[in-house]
């Protein structure tokens, strides 16, 4: 089950946690990568399986940065997901993991950048670590 962070407006929580981080998968293979890397980081990494169950999760838990998997096939769409997650001035900032076959979100607005399939630990932790420290930052300034 998912679980927020305890302070959505700081970058770690009393639990000296970053994030959350919402992964957006069905690819357990994704999940436990990204969570090995992240984990390490000291990021709560919170993972659904679908979009429907994401946009509920986004609401709860306030995540700082949302990883997308574009080989998920859902309704609704990547596209429309990362639409409705669009982040704002303080809203999580969209990643996309490249769909099996390479297929990518080419043009959609929204997506701060594209990962591919075969995660490269340097890259992953470093985007995060970006994304979630310009949303923590924004969120204090609020």
């Known amino acids: 089950m998912a679980t927020p962070t305890d302070d959505p407006k ?12 919402l992964l957006i998968t069905r690819d357990r293979a994704l999940v436990e990568r990204v969570r090995e890397l992240l984990i390490v980081e000291r990021f709560e990494v919170v993972w659904v399986r679908g979009a429907s169950a994401a946009l509920e999760e986004a609401v709860r838990s306030e995540p700082t940065v949302v990883i997308v998997d574009w080989a998920l096939d859902d309704e609704p769409s990547c596209e429309e997901l990362v639409y409705r997650l669009r982040p704002r001035r303080s809203g999580p900032r969209v ?21 591919a399939r075969a995660l490269d630990a340097e890259e992953l932790v470093d985007l995060v670590w970006r994304h979630h420290h310009e949303v923590a930052d924004a969120r204090r300034a609020d």
């Open 10 to 21: 700081g970058p770690n929580g009393p639990n000296g946690r970053k994030g959350p981080v």
């Open 95 to 115: 990643l996309a993991v490249a769909g099996r076959g390479g297929r990518v979100p080419v043009e959609v607005s929204g997506v701060r950048a594209i990962l």
